[in-house]
């Protein structure tokens, strides 16, 4: 009922730009909040397709459909010209929720319980996955060091454009090897220990919510990427902070509350599998399609973050979350830690000016 209410941001965000001609600062926040309860309706058709269509499938149509929100979003943006801001999303994602979701949902869960436990195999995958995020964020950066700071530039046979090309078709099929490993030939070990229910929606129900809701993100990309600058600048705001912080998490923030929810419940299992699952889709799957699409929108994006503070926090983030989640259990102080570790990134995006 409460979300079928708050598809009201979709008209009245629609409304104050074309009908009222309001602040951009107003514009921007109705479309924001419009994105995240769209993106929640798209993971609830998402999860009604699975539970239809069996795991293997539903899979594959998480995969398809769970970051549809982010990347529009980040197309709409990379349109307007603010490539740096969608590095910035793109480093928000993985860091809110790995951190400020994982975190969130842990202290949930663990203020009823001592512990919460779950599969140690699936967390050492997903930690391994968050290890080559890492080393292809830095790859691209350390490859521009060498040539352009360096002084090796005439020994680069690519440009930097060309090389996050490269990188992002690796990711791409690294990922494709990750699905074929956890949803065929190992399926035994990965498969899912908790069911999200039953399905209480058609088939053409939820095309048809994810098809309608996709236009509608689309939209309201649209009024996001056109207002972003003026917002910053009304809000004294760097573009980076709301790349980081904002949009990073709007995309995501349907996540975020189910992870939150799962965790109440007790399934940890689930929460891990959609925090670092989808930190690790937007770095293997979202940032590579952002590249590749990129070049045919003639707005060439590679994966060099120019500030270091991006590659830092995700290096930072892969640490701890690798520490949280080796030993299989969790406690309430260990999602403090990962909280805490967010506002520390957060106030150092906040007081840094430039992407």
Known sequence: MVLSLLLVFVPLSLGLKYLLGAPSVWIFIAA?????????????????????????????????????????????????????????????????????????????????????????????????????VVIAMLLPAVFNYTGRVAGHARALRVTDEELSLSVSAVLLLLYVANLIYTLITHRDVFAAEESLGKANWSLKSSLAVIIAATVAIALEAELVSGALAETASALRLSPLFLGVIVLGLVGTIADLFAAAWFAHKNKMGLVLNICVGSAIQVALVVAPLLVMISWFMGRPMNLVFSNPLHLFAIAGTALIVNAVARDGETTWFEGLLLLGVYVLFGLSFFFTGSA
Request: aromatic share 4%; charged share 15%.
């Open 32 to 132: 924001v909040v419009a994105v995240a309860v769209l993106a929640e309706w798209i993971r609830r058709a998402t999860e009604q397709l699975a539970e239809r269509v069996g795991p293997a499938v539903g899979g594959l149509l998480t995969v398809s459909f769970g970051s549809i929100a982010e990347l529009v979003l980040a197309l709409f943006v990379l349109a307007s010209g603010e490539t740096a801001v969608v590095q910035a999303q793109i480093t928000g994602s993985i860091i809110g929720t790995s951190l400020f979701g994982l975190g969130l949902a842990i202290v949930i869960g663990g203020s009823t319980r001592e512990r919460q436990s779950f599969n140690p195999r699936r967390a050492g995958l997903l930690s391994t996955l968050l290890v080559v």
